[in-house]
């Protein structure tokens, strides 16, 4: 089966732009995450969807993210408009159900923000 | 306080031993998972090994193995005959079943480099 995949691999952005980040999760996986990790530091939450709902977005930092999950299949998170400390790698998960080896991680977006 | 705790930024290791990589976790859940991670330098996140706060067996999964001591709230990977090939970034996570439902808390993640 195909991974989880994340596009852009790279964006750099210029503070004050919009970027619009995209995660095609695993065909059939009904849970979604998104993590970030921002410059060597440790790789935090952000939120969680079940199929098109968002169960917890607990982790989202500002109103300045937007996540959506239309039609309960690919994910798009948008930063409007981005700051400096928005720079970092943004990862998404999928799973099935969370279960004991649930979840499997995309490659990442290194966002830049200059 | 810090849920996960990962003292070791950077390890090195020869090619054929084995190396120990340390976490350290802070729950008051009775029902956890804890979890480790690989992030090669293409970036992927991969999954290792599972232990359960109720498995009573510590987890093994071909050369990975977790040590897993309840009483001390630790999870450490154990990576028997490193290879080359096992040059990477290492990430602990836990999950609290209980507060935080399925969502990861992560560590801060140790750089291993595997010496030929």
């Known amino acids: 089966e195909a991974g989880v995949t994340q596009f852009p691999s790279h964006s750099v952005i210029e503070k004050g732009q919009t970027v619009t980040l995209r995660c095609d999760p695993i065909s059939g996986h009904d849970n979604l995450y998104w993590y970030r990790r921002v410059m060597g530091k440790e790789i935090k939450f952000l939120l969680h969807?079940?199929?098109?709902?968002?169960?917890?977005e607990s982790g989202m930092p500002n109103n300045r993210f937007l996540a959506e999950r239309t039609g309960g299949t690919y994910s798009t998170l948008k930063v409007q408009p981005a700051e400096l400390e928005d720079s970092g790698v943004y990862f998404c998960?999928?799973?099935?159900?969370?279960?004991?080896?649930?979840?499997?991680f995309g490659s990442g977006t290194r966002l830049t923000v200059v | 306080a810090q849920k996960i705790t990962q003292t070791q930024p950077g390890m090195f290791v020869q090619e054929k031993e084995a190396v120990t990589l340390d976490c350290t976790y802070d729950?008051?859940?009775?029902?956890?998972?804890l979890f480790w991670y690989k992030q090669p330098s293409s970036g992927e996140m991969i999954f290792l090994i599972y232990q359960g706060s109720y498995d009573e067996q510590n987890a093994t999964e071909g050369r990975y193995s977790l040590n897993f001591q309840k009483a001390r709230k630790s999870a450490n990977l154990v990576i028997s005959a490193s290879q080359l090939g096992d040059s990477a970034m290492y990430f602990c996570a836990m999950r609290e079943e209980e507060t935080s439902g399925s969502r990861l808390t992560f560590g801060e993640g140790t750089q291993l480099t595997v010496n030929p």
């Open positions: 998960a999928s799973s099935h159900n969370w279960l004991k080896r649930g979840y499997t």
């Open positions: 969807f079940v199929k098109e709902s968002k169960q917890d």
């Open positions: 729950t008051s859940d009775q029902s956890y998972g």
